[in-house]
């Protein structure tokens, strides 16, 4: 009876300490992902390498330099959510990307081309630890999204994953040679701030559902932080919009819940969602509703 006791005993302690030991590590997550939240000096540098066509003309180089704010608009137990805005010229603020991090999510989506998105349910045993990041747009529509693992080692931390994704906001309107991304994505803290890496594949997919790589591309976009007192402006633009985008998310969530496919116009009366999107006017939720519905190509 005695070893019986020590057995069960032994397996009890254990399993508390392998329990610690995960609660730990998922601290460890969350405070990373705060980590990326503040006002942030950015630069965003991007250039085709490699190409399997041996005549493909490789296209300039992008350099770009910007001033951003980072805010967390949820911080819950399973759930991080960040928006971020943009400062031009110390007096216009433009609101930019969000990412959502979602502990041990299994309700993903994934592009596909035809500016259309996949919702599905990964199998629970595949995201077991891992972190799932939700990227949307500029309207809070769709982006991409992926799951992996926080990585804490070697005093480095930082997530990658590779994920399908519409073309970039820098090429959407200039090109055509190719309709899918495959985004290879790497967030890595620094001590001045965190890394954005990327190593993405311009790719060319058929009717048929067959691949062809256009050409390969690398990213560096640095976040360099700065005195939060230079975002101010953003600071407060926020304040002023985070209940009429409150609103927004809310309905796209909504849409989100009961969408398999999700099929989007690329504009409405020559305009993109985005543009349709002003809080400045003050619509009620019904409105907005309404407005998204609009660029919602039905089945």
């Given at each position: 009876m005695k070893t019986k006791g020590l057995a069960i005993a032994t397996f009890l302690f254990t399993a508390l300490l392998s329990l610690q030991a995960q609660e730990s590590k998922k601290v460890k997550d969350q405070n990373a992902i705060k980590e990326m939240c503040g006002c942030y000096e950015v630069s965003f540098q991007y250039t085709e390498t490699f190409s399997p066509e041996i005549d493909y003309e490789?296209?300039?180089?992008?350099?770009?330099?910007?001033?951003?704010?980072?805010?967390?608009?949820?911080?819950?137990?399973?759930?991080?959510?960040?928006?971020?805005?943009?400062?031009?010229?110390?007096?216009?603020?433009?609101?930019?990307?969000?990412?959502?991090?979602?502990?041990?999510?299994?309700?993903?989506?994934?592009?596909?081309?035809?500016?259309?998105?996949?919702f599905y349910d990964a199998k629970k045993e595949q995201v077991e630890g891992q972190w799932t990041q939700k990227v949307y747009q500029v309207d809070d529509s769709p982006r991409y999204s992926g799951s992996a693992t926080w990585v804490h080692y070697d005093n480095k931390t930082y997530w990658?994953?590779?994920?399908?994704?519409?073309?970039?906001?820098?090429?959407?309107?200039?090109?055509?040679?190719?309709?899918?991304?495959?985004?290879?994505?790497?967030?890595?803290?620094?001590?001045?701030?965190?890394?954005?890496?990327?190593?993405?594949?311009?790719?060319?997919?058929?009717?048929?559902?067959?691949?062809?790589?256009?050409?390969?591309?690398?990213?560096?976009?640095?976040?360099?932080?700065?005195?939060?007192?230079?975002?101010?402006?953003?600071?407060?633009?926020w304040s002023s919009n985070k209940k009429y985008w409150a609103k927004v998310r809310k309905i796209w969530d909504d849409i989100y819940a009961k969408s398999e496919v999700l099929e989007l116009k690329k504009s409405v009366d020559?305009?993109?969602?985005?543009?349709?999107?002003?809080?400045?006017?003050?619509?009620?939720?019904?409105?907005?509703?309404?407005?998204?519905?609009?660029?919602?190509?039905?089945?």
């Open positions: 490789k296209k300039l180089d992008y350099t770009a330099y910007a001033l951003e704010w980072a805010e967390i608009v949820e911080d819950k137990e399973n759930e991080i959510s960040i928006q971020h805005l943009l400062v031009i010229n110390d007096s216009t603020v433009i609101k930019h990307w969000r990412q959502d991090w979602l502990f041990e999510n299994n309700e993903m989506f994934s592009y596909d081309t035809g500016n259309t998105w996949k990658e994953n590779e994920s399908n994704s519409p073309l970039p906001r820098r090429e959407y309107s200039k090109r055509d040679d190719y309709n899918l991304m495959k985004r290879g994505n790497r967030q890595e803290l620094t001590k001045e701030g965190w890394i954005h890496e990327q190593d993405n594949k311009k790719i060319i997919q058929h009717e048929d559902g067959s691949e062809e790589l256009l050409v390969m591309e690398k990213g560096y976009n640095t976040y360099e932080k700065v005195d939060d007192e230079k975002c101010e402006i953003a600071k407060d633009w020559g305009m993109p969602l985005f543009m349709h999107l002003t809080p400045e006017k003050a619509p009620s939720k019904k409105d907005i509703r309404s407005t998204i519905e609009k660029f919602i190509v039905k089945a």
